[in-house]
């Protein structure tokens, strides 16, 4: 039984892909080829360890971002969607360098999918979709990898994910590390993704949650990827990296790391070694069904990010915290940080009651409203079946 919350739904696939399809022929005056769809994410434990060659553990959320595609031989690209300002140009100007903001995402994709040697000869898509924006729920991987499907539904997709992480990282601008692009494509529902960047291995890793729930609260604290606080986290890790002469802070030990004499570049490389470690004792505790051990790996997950790497907010802070007192069995910040949402992980008859307890807090700290999803474990990107 879904518990009783208010929250942000995510929707049924085959409606929105009816209606994203109704808006495409609005905007363009015909119907599209194909509709694809690709989930949001929540990273269960494994942050900013993506981009020094660790482990993630993220679930895709029911939550989805549609794209409509038709494909044109032109070379010209026209963009549009209902939460933003569309786009026009030609696949010339979506190259590194080429567009801002939204267009950069869902267009960056189709340039380099054509570089893949994958791509079409131009396109007009229409977008729309349930994933929060600016939540740390990847709303932009989704949107990239919904585009990627319906452009090549039958691409490999260790293909359509390098595609769409040159997307984000060379034309968006956004320095981030994959794990959000390989969980859109590679989610297996009632699992989370087990992701090996040392390797690029991956493991789908069932999550038996019965009776549990996946808890989402969005501080509604807006944060941008391509704003500084990301890239300087990533520069103190490849210099902490480089003091110590390893390829990736994969291969550091804790002890050389609690050598290094930067206060600030210590405490950064701590928190990557010691969350790497942590993925692994999660997955562990998952697979032994120990909630009390997950909920220890949470916490100093949690305490990590606030102290060392510095990522966490008052208001994540907060709703972690007042998470687990309200009867929540694990609680953590997820994603980039510096805002976006927590993850709680609790027991179906407590949802309603920690979602009501993080919502009075906020507003004793005078915070923002939040807003909660439930986060059913759910699949990967592909094709929605357009009705005839
Ligand atoms: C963002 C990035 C990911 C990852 C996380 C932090 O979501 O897109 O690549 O680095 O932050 O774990």
Redesign the pocket.
């Known amino acids: 039984m879904q518990p009783q919350v208010d929250q942000v739904e995510p929707g049924v696939p085959e409606e929105l892909a009816a209606s994203v399809r109704r808006a495409f022929e609005e905007s363009y005056g015909g119907p599209p080829a194909r509709v694809g769809r690709a989930p949001g994410r929540v990273?269960l434990i494994g942050?900013?360890?993506?981009?020094n060659g660790g482990l993630?553990l993220p679930v895709a959320l029911p939550h989805a971002t549609y794209a409509a595609l038709a494909p044109r031989t032109d070379g010209r690209v026209r963009i549009d969607s209902r939460q933003a300002e569309p786009w026009e140009g030609t696949l010339d100007d979506l190259a590194p360098g080429g567009p801002s903001g939204w267009a950069a995402y869902a267009g960056g994709v189709l340039w380099a999918l054509r570089e893949a040697g994958l791509g079409v000869e131009g396109a007009d898509v229409y977008v729309d979709g349930t994933v929060p924006l600016g939540a740390g729920l990847?709303s932009s991987a989704a949107l990239e990898c919904a585009v990627a499907v319906a452009v090549a539904p039958d691409a490999d997709r260790a293909d359509l994910a390098a595609a769409c992480i040159r997307a984000e990282t060379e034309v968006a601008g956004a320095p981030?590390?994959?794990?959000?692009q390989h969980v859109a494509l590679l989610a297996r529902e009632g699992h989370a993704l087990l992701i090996d960047f040392g390797s690029d291995e991956t493991r789908q890793v069932p999550l038996d949650l019965a009776g549990r729930t996946l808890l989402v609260t969005d501080t509604r604290v807006s944060h941008a990827?391509t704003d500084g606080g990301y890239g300087s986290r990533r520069d103190d890790c490849e210099e902490a990296a480089r003091l110590l002469g390893v390829p990736s802070l994969r291969e550091a030990t804790l002890d050389a790391v609690e050598g290094i004499a930067d206060e600030r570049v210590r405490r950064r490389a701590r928190h990557v070694v010691t969350e790497i470690a942590r993925v692994t004792e999660t997955v562990d505790a998952l697979e032994r069904g120990d909630w009390d051990a997950v909920g220890a790996t949470f916490r100093r997950s949690q305490a990590s990010m606030r102290d060392d790497f510095e990522i966490s907010t008052p208001e994540l802070d907060a709703a972690v915290a007042i998470a687990v007192e309200a009867g929540a069995l694990a609680a953590r910040m997820t994603?980039?940080g510096f805002g976006g949402s927590s993850v709680a992980i609790v027991p179906d008859e407590r949802v309603a009651a920690v979602a009501r307890a993080i919502d009075a807090a906020f507003v004793l700290e005078g915070f923002r409203a939040p807003a909660h999803l439930v986060a059913t474990p759910s699949g990967g990107a592909g094709l929605v079946p357009l009705p005839a």
């Open positions: 990273n942050e900013h360890t993506d981009y993630v990847s981030t590390g994959g794990m959000d990827l994603g980039g």
